[in-house]
């Protein structure tokens, strides 16, 4: 019912930047929040950012101070401006969706992923 499609990713090397978006589509009445997450090979998917409809953002300790999660809520779009990247950053980082459909359902969303690879 809520489809998600992520682009921005790649290689880049440490210290360099990137930036991640993920536009939402389908039966969306409203997404209260959307964000990102991560997992490293051999290591459990973690907390990047999520951001609320009003713009509240809440970051994981590994990237606070480093990277900037915004949204465009017209576009249901949200995006990751990633600075000062480290090779720990390595990993699939992916779109999620907390949203309520217009026939009032509430989904969980995911979006496929999309690899950042972190050089040093």
């Known amino acids: 019912q809520v489809q998600l499609v992520e682009s921005g990713g790649g290689l880049v090397q440490a210290g360099g930047s990137l930036r991640l978006s993920c536009a939402a589509s389908?039966?969306?009445?409203?997404?209260?929040?959307m964000g990102w997450y991560r997992q490293a090979p051999e290591k459990q998917r973690e907390l990047v950012a999520t951001?609320?409809?009003?713009?509240?953002?809440n970051y994981g300790d590994s990237v606070k101070g480093r990277f900037t999660i915004s949204r465009d809520n017209a576009k249901n779009t949200v995006y990751l401006q990633m600075n000062s990247l480290k090779p720990e950053d390595t990993g699939v980082y992916s779109c999620?969706?907390?949203?309520?459909?217009?026939?009032?359902?509430?989904?969980?969303?995911w979006g496929t992923g999309t690899l950042v690879t972190v050089s040093s």
């Open positions: 389908g039966s969306i009445f409203t997404i209260p929040s």
């Open positions: 999620n969706a907390y949203a309520v459909t217009m026939t009032r359902d509430v989904v969980n969303s």
């Open positions: 951001i609320t409809t009003d713009g509240r953002p």
